[in-house]
């Protein structure tokens, strides 16, 4: 199962529609925050997708209707998403991960730094797809029972 993985979109909702469309058989969308009005914007226009959200420290207004963590098995894999700030990872990835592992996770997804990264660390796979406001990166994983594959993507202009 491939699903989509977007952050900071900080009000770029056509990126984030272009990068939907770019990915047909992406049916789960994670959003990890800095720009829930684009999210639940497209959430309500793409319900054949299942989105799973959590607000970011940029997030006003429709925050409190979203959680900061969440939770999510997808094919027999759990997988740890949260924006990041609570977890301070632009100054590191120690403490994050540390949270992944606690829960059990096998893929940890977070954004706010607005740096790509994917690494694989004993057993966990770290994801952040990037910024994809003003048309930056975002990303998705193949998630199936012989492995986990993950991808960035740069959005062509």
Not at 49 to 69: H, K, S
Not at 76 to 96: E, L, P
Not at 137 to 157: C, N, Q
Request: net charge positive; charged share 25%; hydrophobic share 35%.
């Amino acid at each position: 199962m491939r699903v989509l993985v977007v952050s900071d979109t900080h009000g770029d909702e056509l990126s984030f529609a272009r990068a939907i469309e770019s990915q047909p058989d992406a049916k789960i969308v994670f959003f990890l925050g800095d720009g829930i009005r684009d999210a639940k914007n497209l959430s309500e226009r793409h319900p054949d997708r299942e989105f799973y959200i959590v607000r970011g420290n940029c997030d006003f207004g429709l925050w409190a209707l979203y959680p900061e963590t969440g939770i999510k098995t997808v094919e027999n894999r759990k997988v740890f998403y949260t924006h990041g700030h609570r977890y301070h990872v632009k100054s590191g990835i120690n403490s994050i991960i540390s949270a992944a592992r606690a829960r059990g996770a096998d893929i940890l997804l977070f954004g706010h730094t607005h740096q790509p990264f994917c690494e694989y660390r004993d057993g966990l796979y770290v994801f952040n797809p990037g910024s994809l406001g003003r048309g930056g990166s975002y990303g998705y994983i193949d998630i199936t029972a012989s492995g986990i594959v993950p991808r960035i993507l740069e959005m062509k202009r």
